[in-house]
């Protein structure tokens, strides 16, 4: 999930990396390690059973045995280390190895339920000194701080020495690398589209820039326009258009102000890779099934909570106590986010996006998404967006109501794969907007799978149907903001846009009066709901409205819809042209909500409808300016898209995706979207490394921060409507 999270192995973590030599002692620090530097003896220093310590050149080795599953398996530390909330610490140590293991080395709770205040996993070799500082959250006598060495099929050697915790030290300063200050759209620009650059500056006055071709000739030139300072980022910016230049290449560069940009090209195909990579994201994170490592090289894993031990399985899942006296089988689905989690309303949202596409794209249809299901008769997209459909369908109780969610009892760490998930599994209560999401995802399924299973097509709408009834008869089921232990809450105190979102999905596949009685009743459809964010798993009117603007249908009124539509996307190109990073954002009080690479994607979404209902370039304009943003045409010069950029986002808050704890796990799939800036900062790390930071500042691209930096479904089904849109542009 990616709300609210409270990860035990991430519980009050914050660290910074300093391999080298430890900081300069100061007066009030105080070493919290006894013997660290094991002279004579190991104690009081404690080992798993069956792996003791030796002493070798005053060095604590063991010989760790091949063959167990998890980090914490084997394990070398020592308790009742005292650690109090609010001091930082240094954590240091010599370390050694058999080249290419790792050592989780950890600061954390000795006791249930074992809480992990700072983690770091350092790939291993020849004696190598680490260093790191964090703060504690937690006053404890009962720390520890311990290495853990398990999870290898072969026996190892590891050596440690010179262990010290030291209190007291001064915190490190977190000062991001944010490279050459003339800031571009690292991936491409479209020939025929606009072409801008920030020139980050404290000059005022117009100054010269030239773009060059990759052989370092000069290809265009021109002078800079003063912007002034940027309240999202507290820069003094210019910005370069050179728009003009229109030919094709590679490897331009643009440098103005003595600095050098990173390099871009000019292409008119740039985002046909990513319209597929984008979609390409959602195999990987599927459960109930094996990843195959030959679709997906690299990526392969077991499946995931389908009943195999250490899986308590998906199969035959209970209620939490007291919500129902029955068992679902709810296999199957995509993985919400970084977590094993499976949640409706953001699988809804998802699932209404991705369909969209597919309503409003004829080449989408055509990609080949390299999965299991490549090769039949029905798009691979349907097939992709298929597996989720049928979890949510699982999810409907006898009533017709639907189950908020379903995850594990009690948070996991990271890394952890999810066949190695132990966590019992439980069903939330149902809820009134999951509920709807089902009917309006379900309805807008029957219409799209019509043609490739007229069956499923039929399941889909009676499902529909009775959810959508279920909701109008039943009292309003709201999803408790309590409810956040183990997975997300993702309550929401509002629903009237999920009843006006449902409605309109049912009245454009059946065209039933009723339907369209009850669209036209609700308070959305007259309201503006273009705000700050169109839309997400919380605000769906949004999605009613593109719908219902951009489908043939007859509902009464239709040209206030779409005139809604371009409503909003005027509002998002005003805002666009008024940022200096031609951001289609702007949040109130230059707050940056949690996932705002998404929201920026989705207002993207709006101006491309507006363009296919005015055939207007401007709002196609608008939607390339603002995907430059997106990669890296923005304060931390940095593209928010794996793979996507010479810089570009790498490690996405996941347990499966996790090459900075785990070297032998992977990074993100190419074509998965991070979170982006979020001032709020909720994780720990985050709070340690981003205090104080200016809107787009307020992101960092570390596994830990999850509230800044995570992976999600919907996230990514953003990206893939708006790269498919730009894909088409010729």
């Known amino acids: 999930m990616h709300l609210w999270e409270r990860s035990r192995a991430i ?11 430890a900081a300069p002692a100061h007066a009030d620090e105080v070493e919290q390690v006894v013997n660290g530097g094991f002279d004579g003896t190991a104690d009081p220093f404690w080992s798993t059973a069956g792996m003791p310590i030796s002493l070798t050149d005053g060095r604590a080795c063991v010989d760790v045995p091949g063959g167990t599953t998890n980090r914490w398996d084997a394990a070398i530390g020592q308790n009742d280390i005292d650690l109090v909330a609010g001091e930082t610490y240094r954590f240091s140590f010599d370390a050694s190895g058999d080249a290419g293991h790792v050592a989780r080395a950890i600061t954390g709770l000795a006791v249930s339920p074992y809480d992990t205040y700072f983690e770091q996993s350092p790939v291993l070799g020849d004696t190598q000194h680490y260093a790191y500082t964090f703060t504690a959250s937690t006053s404890t006598a009962q720390g520890q701080v311990a290495f853990q060495i398990g999870g290898s099929a072969d026996p190892w050697h590891f050596c440690v020495d010179n262990v010290s915790l030291v209190g007291g030290v001064p915190p490190e300063v977190y000062v991001p690398d944010t490279g050459p200050r003339v800031r571009v759209n690292q991936v491409a620009y479209l020939p025929s589209g606009p072409k801008a650059a920030t020139l980050v500056t404290e000059t005022t006055t117009p100054l010269p820039w030239v773009l060059s071709d990759k052989n370092g000739k000069i290809a265009f030139k021109g002078k800079t326009s003063p912007y002034g300072v940027d309240p999202s980022s507290g820069q003094n910016v210019q910005t370069i258009d050179f728009s003009r230049y229109t030919k094709a290449g590679t490897g331009f560069t643009i440098t103005a102000d003595g600095e050098t940009s990173r390099p871009f090209d000019i292409d008119k195909s740039a985002y046909v890779g990513l319209r597929a990579d984008a979609l390409k994201f959602y195999y990987t994170q599927r459960s109930g099934i094996e990843i195959r490592d030959d679709l997906r090289p690299g990526y392969g894993r077991a499946a995931g909570h389908v009943d195999v031990a250490p899986n308590q399985g998906d199969g035959n899942v209970p209620c939490q106590p007291g919500v129902c006296d029955y068992t679902l089988d709810v296999r199957g689905g995509w993985y919400d986010a970084g977590d ?30 390299k999965i299991p299901e490549s090769g039949n008769r029905t798009p691979d997209l349907l097939d992709e967006v298929r597996w989720e459909l049928d979890f949510l369908l699982s999810m409907q109780a006898p009533n017709g109501m639907v189950h908020h969610k379903i995850h594990d009892q009690a948070w996991t760490g990271l890394p952890l794969l999810p066949a190695q998930d132990p966590q019992p599994r439980e069903l939330h209560p149902v809820s009134t907007a999951a509920t709807l999401n089902l009917a309006a995802t379900a309805a807008q399924a029957a219409r799209v799978y019509a043609k490739f299973d007229p069956a499923f097509a039929k399941r889909a709408l009676a499902a529909a149907r009775k959810a959508y009834t279920a ?15 183990g997975g997300g809450a993702y309550n929401d105190a509002k629903v009237s846009d999920e009843f006006y979102w449902a409605a309109a999905e049912l009245f454009l596949t059946t065209g039933e009066k009723t339907y369209a009685t009850d669209v036209t009743a609700s308070p959305e459809h007259t309201a503006d709901v273009f705000g700050p964010v169109a839309f997400d798993w919380a605000s769906t009117a949004a999605a009613a409205k593109i719908d219902l603007a951009l489908l043939p249908n007859k509902l009464p009124g239709l040209g206030t819809v779409k005139a809604q539509v371009v409503a909003g996307a005027d509002k998002y190109l005003a805002i666009q042209r008024a940022q200096a990073y031609g951001v289609a954002y702007s949040p109130a009080n230059n707050m940056w909500d949690w996932g705002s690479a998404s929201i920026v994607a989705n207002n993207l979404v709006v101006l491309a409808a507006a ?19 997106l990669f890296g045409r923005n304060a931390l010069n940095r593209s928010y898209v794996t793979g996507y950029g010479e810089v570009s986002a790498q490690n996405e808050h996941s347990r499966w995706y996790a090459a900075e704890l785990d070297p032998a796990l992977p990074h993100p799939p190419v074509g998965s979207l991070a979170g982006g800036p979020n001032s709020s900062i909720q994780d720990p790390l985050a709070q340690e490394k981003l205090t104080g930071c200016v809107g787009q500042f307020c992101y960092i691209d570390d596994i830990q921060s999850w509230s800044t930096n995570e992976l999600t479904i919907n996230w990514n089904a953003a990206l893939a409507w708006v790269s498919g849109y730009v894909a088409e542009i010729r």
């Open 471 to 485: 909701a109008k008869t039943n009292p309003i089921a709201l999803a408790p903001e309590s409810d956040g232990v």
């Open 611 to 629: 363009q296919k209902l005015t055939g207007r370039d401007r709002y196609r304009d608008g939607v390339l300016t603002g995907l430059d943003w």
């Open 11 to 21: 519980a009050a973590f914050a660290a910074l990396l300093l391999v080298g030599a």
């Open 340 to 369: 094993h989690g499976k949640y409706v309303v953001n699988g809804g949202i998802s699932v209404w996006e991705l369909l969209s596409e597919y309503e409003q794209s004829q080449a989408v249809r055509k990609v080949d998404l």
